[in-house]
């Protein structure tokens, strides 16, 4: 029986993907998990009052009359998610502010009480339309938290978040995926909500059977444990659900990597933002992600068998703007060279321990481009090695292996290694293949490349193989800057000509031409800059490294904190018999006008959420606080924070007051570096 046959017969008698000469190891995918990591890269999209109001996280009492896009295209969207190659997206439809984006009957914060269209706007039916258009999938996420809504906090309020859902997915077409936030803060009557996920759930299942739940425990599919968009190297996609649940802590590590020979089939969607925040903000337009970084992201994300959720935030137009869409062309065009031509299609291909005679699995399988033929190893045989050779040398920077993941995911541990003379040397040493491992390897030419399979969980069965030479690529300046205010700039691509400005404007082959030795730059300001090569002819993309006042003169008051005011975040300052409300006092030396402060968390624990901050001229009197508040989302963001005051203050001593944790177990608070602007 030929394959495609025995696939519609199986699918019809609700076994599909099954191989009756392939036993089915652990737990496995769905039909529509299946598909969905093939999709592999799509648009988040977050937009709301927060867009207009430069916060991240909103507070519920907002005016809803605040939204009011003026040019409002969401076929922009789609048409630029189409051109950048991303195949759905994904918007915010209602974020913890309980703004929704659709006119509900169970909220009054809505767009029907905005100033958008006069309240007879619904961004899900122009979205989910242009979604149609231009063949993309239509995805929403809904946030259970609801800061504005009064029956948060009460038994009643979960049957009003189902009625959303039930809204939601009624109205508006197919929904691909429900993403749900685990976020559990107070609503307005200060009360947390106790979720009933099943019944969320339950409500979306009646209309969308085959939607996939996103969530810190699946069940379709899971957060990766940060939101810079890197899976682990070693990358599971299976875990223990009920060892999880959505929101809750210290299970980071583990959503990273997933579980080896777990329970239950939930792979990683790696999400990130092409913006240092998920919401737009006029500060950032110079601030998008460079083309390396989010190259960086792909590899490390679609290449370590997750999927890419890339948030594309719009500005308050309505549309996206002009920098992120240049950006995502450049991807696009990028990705297309690295992946223009696969050399592996030209190679002869030898195999050990294969499954002799056998009708569906043959080493020709592994690089005929169809993921749905494969190779596999005899029964119980967890090793092999698959050599591709060639009449005359290749060179090749990347290399692309991927598991048939209907059957299960097996490979433990794998290498990869060229023929040199009479022998093999190693150039690579992996773990986790899944549906889809990528190598960014130097460039390497060879007539033989071996793929040795070191160790599986059951015989391995191998789709595709894949081998691509991708174009060098102009790496982005690095600036940094010592205590004293010593400014460095470096960029690992040979011979570049870096030139910089200090005023924050675009630098140019006119702008000053970093010679190699440091400069001093003790004040606060943007320091922008970018490599050139060939000339001038070629650039790479503008850096930009906005920079708070040097720590030079200053001095931790606070016993042992002169980590946190050493210029350095690498290192930090924690006390373990430092506990919450804790205070880190410094005296910068002299009077000094402050517009603003920082504070950079040690993403290895000790993330203050709540903060009061204070100011003085002697270090004795500090008055009220000038600042108060919470740093929105910094436990799963774990970036720089920078809080601008009301209205310029001048001091000499400052002093940052750790409230409250992000994580409620972590009971010491931790500086990595303080500072002004």
């Given at each position: 029986m030929k394959k495609a046959a025995l696939f519609f017969l199986l699918a019809i008698c609700g076994k599909a993907w099954a191989q009756p000469e392939i036993?089915?190891?652990?737990?496995?995918?769905?039909?529509?998990?299946?598909?969905?990591q093939q999709l592999e890269y799509y648009m988040f999209i977050h937009f709301g009052p927060n867009t207009f109001t430069d916060k991240e996280w909103g507070h519920g009492d907002e005016d809803p009359k605040v939204f009011n896009p003026t040019e409002l295209d969401a076929r922009q969207w789609a048409r630029t998610a189409k051109l950048a190659g991303m195949k759905g997206i994904i918007i915010t439809a209602k974020h913890h502010d309980g703004f929704c984006l659709w006119p509900s009957e169970y909220s009054k914060h809505t767009v029907r009480e905005s100033a958008w269209k006069n309240g007879k706007g619904d961004v899900l039916a122009e979205l989910s339309a242009a979604c149609k258009e231009?063949?993309?999938l239509f995805g929403v996420?809904?946030?259970?938290?609801?800061?504005?809504?009064?029956?948060?906090?009460?038994?009643?309020?979960?049957?009003?978040?189902?009625?959303?859902?039930?809204?939601?997915?009624t109205k508006y077409g197919h929904v691909f995926e429900q993403w749900f936030d685990g976020a559990n803060g107070e609503g307005p009557n200060g009360k947390k909500q106790v979720y009933d996920w099943n019944l969320f759930e339950g409500t979306v299942k009646k209309y969308h059977p085959e939607v996939i739940f996103f969530s810190d425990a699946g069940p379709g599919c899971r957060w990766i444990g940060n939101e810079n968009g890197f899976a682990g190297t070693t990358n599971w996609s299976t875990i223990n659900r009920k060892e999880f649940a959505p929101g809750m802590h210290g299970i980071q590590d583990k959503l990273n990597k997933g579980q080896e020979g777990a329970t239950d089939w939930v792979p990683g969607e790696a999400d990130v933002s092409i913006r240092p925040g998920w919401f737009y903000s006029p500060s950032t337009d110079d601030k998008v992600k460079t083309l390396p970084w989010l190259l960086d992201i792909y590899y490390g994300s679609v290449g370590r068998n997750a999927n890419l959720l890339l948030n594309v935030p719009v500005d308050?137009?309505?549309?996206?703007?002009?920098?992120?869409?240049?950006?995502?062309?450049?991807l696009k065009r990028t990705l297309?060279?690295?992946?223009?031509?696969?050399l592996a299609v030209r190679a002869r291909t030898a195999v050990t321990n294969g499954r002799n005679g056998s009708s569906v699995s043959s080493a020709i399988h592994l690089t005929d481009n169809n993921y749905n033929t494969y190779w596999a190893t005899a029964e119980g045989q967890l090793t092999a090695d698959i050599d591709l050779s060639f009449e005359k040398e290749i060179t090749f920077n990347r290399l692309a292996i991927q598991e048939f993941i209907p059957l299960g995911q097996r490979v433990k541990a794998f290498s990869v290694s060229v023929l040199e003379g009479k022998e093999y040397r190693e150039i690579a040493r992996e773990t986790t293949i899944g549906y889809k491992r990528i190598l960014r390897l130097p460039n390497t030419t060879a007539k033989s490349v071996k793929i040795t399979l070191l160790d599986a969980l059951a015989s391995p069965v191998i789709s595709e193989v894949?081998?691509?030479?991708a174009p060098e690529l102009l790496a982005d300046p690095v600036i940094?800057?010592?205590?004293s205010g010593e400014v460095t700039i470096t960029c690992q691509s040979p011979d570049p000509v870096i030139y910089y400005t200090t005023d924050g404007s675009e630098p140019t082959t006119a702008s000053r031409k970093y010679e190699g030795t440091a400069f001093s730059f003790p004040g606060s300001g943007t320091i922008k800059?970018?490599?050139?090569?060939?000339?001038?002819?070629?650039?790479?993309?503008?850096?930009?490294?906005?920079?708070?006042?040097?720590?030079?003169?200053?001095?931790?008051?606070?016993?042992?904190?002169?980590?946190?005011?050493?210029?350095?975040?690498?290192?930090?300052?924690?006390?373990?018999?430092?506990?919450?409300?804790?205070?880190?006092?410094v005296d910068m030396g002299a009077p000094v006008t402050v517009n603003g402060f920082t504070y950079t968390p040690h993403p290895r624990g000790g993330i203050v959420y709540q903060y009061a901050w204070y100011v003085s001229n002697d270090g004795k009197e500090w008055g009220e606080p000038v600042a108060k508040g919470s740093f929105a989302n910094i436990l799963n963001n774990p970036v720089k924070q920078s809080i601008k005051l009301s209205q310029p203050v001048k001091c000499r001593y400052f002093k940052l007051v750790a409230l409250a944790p992000a994580n409620e177990k972590d009971a010491v608070p931790a500086f990595a570096e303080t500072g002004v602007f």
């Open positions: 036993k089915p190891f652990g737990a496995l995918p769905s039909n529509a998990q299946v598909k969905w231009y063949g993309l996420y809904l946030s259970p938290w609801d800061r504005n809504h009064p029956a948060y906090g009460t038994p009643e309020y979960n049957q009003v978040f189902a009625n959303q859902l039930r809204e939601v997915h308050r137009r309505g549309r996206i703007h002009e920098n992120d869409s240049l950006r995502l062309m450049e297309d060279a690295d992946f223009k031509t696969n894949k081998l691509y030479k940094k800057r010592s205590k800059a970018k490599a050139y090569i060939n000339n001038g002819k070629q650039s790479g993309a503008t850096i930009t490294q906005t920079l708070d006042v040097a720590p030079g003169g200053w001095n931790a008051v606070t016993p042992g904190a002169e980590k946190a005011v050493d210029g350095d975040p690498a290192t930090a300052f924690r006390n373990a018999e430092m506990k919450y409300p804790a205070e880190l006092v």
